[in-house]
């Protein structure tokens, strides 16, 4: 069964717009965590927001928030005022338990900004 | 401080052949593992290795090989290379327990003709 679920191949937004981009997961462990990371053309992976499964509130990291929806199984991402440099692929990551567990991903949205 | 360093950015081998990626982690970071990255099947989990000891694997064959020395910097090898190893080779570093994931590199592209 698939873990991690991003739904939207593809995405577009008008440049200062905010946009959500969407991710759900599967697990059992009641102890995981969840990432997001952002992959421009030239293929690095970049950390951007990171969201742990007991933590109270919403992670948020300057543009970044991540709209942590428990019992439903979701951390959308929502990006904030965007920007050109935005336009990348961005991947939803989960890693389960306490240890140091590999990360799995989703398939990623690939998120377009227009001018 | 320096980020995750891989060379080559750039491979073409032909099929048959054997290739040997590199993979300096962050400086204070014992893990290192490594993703393959292609269209078709997104992101996958290769193996992870720690302290010189490969401490996870993932649902490759053993074709893909790797090694960890003792100074953190990690080895992947894959050999007999077939068309479909074509991909995106990437390497992640990340401290002992952490809770920001890992640090990941540019990666290594590998085209097999």
């Known amino acids: 069964a698939q873990k991690i679920t991003q739904t939207q191949p593809g995405m577009f937004v008008q440049e200062k717009e905010a946009v959500t981009l969407d991710c759900t997961y599967d697990t059992s462990d009641p102890s995981y965590g969840l990432f997001w990371y952002k992959q421009p053309s030239s293929g690095e992976m970049i950390f951007l927001i990171y969201?742990?499964?007991?933590?109270?509130q919403n992670a948020t990291e300057g543009r970044y928030s991540l709209n942590f929806q428990k019992a439903r199984k979701s951390a959308n991402l929502v990006i904030s005022a965007s920007q050109l440099g935005d336009s990348a692929m961005y991947f939803c990551?989960?890693?389960?338990?306490?240890?140091?567990?590999?990360?799995?991903f989703g398939k990623g949205t690939r998120l377009s900004v227009i001018a | 401080k320096a980020g995750v360093t891989q060379t080559p950015r750039y491979l073409i081998k032909t099929r048959g052949q054997q290739v040997t990626l590199s993979c300096s982690p962050i400086s204070g970071h014992r893990s290192v593992s490594w993703y393959q990255q292609t269209p078709g099947q997104g992101l996958q989990f290769l193996f992870e290795?720690?302290?010189?000891?490969?401490?996870n694997k993932g649902n490759f064959p053993g074709r893909f090989s790797g090694r960890q020395f003792s100074n953190s910097r990690s080895e992947m090898n894959v050999s007999t290379l077939e068309l479909g190893d074509s991909a995106l080779y990437l390497c992640?570093?990340?401290?002992?327990?952490?809770?920001?994931?890992?640090?990941f590199g540019s990666g290594t592209r590998l085209t097999v003709v």
């Open positions: 290795y720690f302290s010189e000891t490969q401490r």
């Open positions: 992640a570093s990340s401290p002992l327990r952490t809770n920001y994931g890992y640090t």
């Open positions: 969201q742990g499964s007991y933590d109270q």
């Open positions: 990551a989960m890693r389960e338990g306490e240890g140091n567990t590999p990360l799995v």
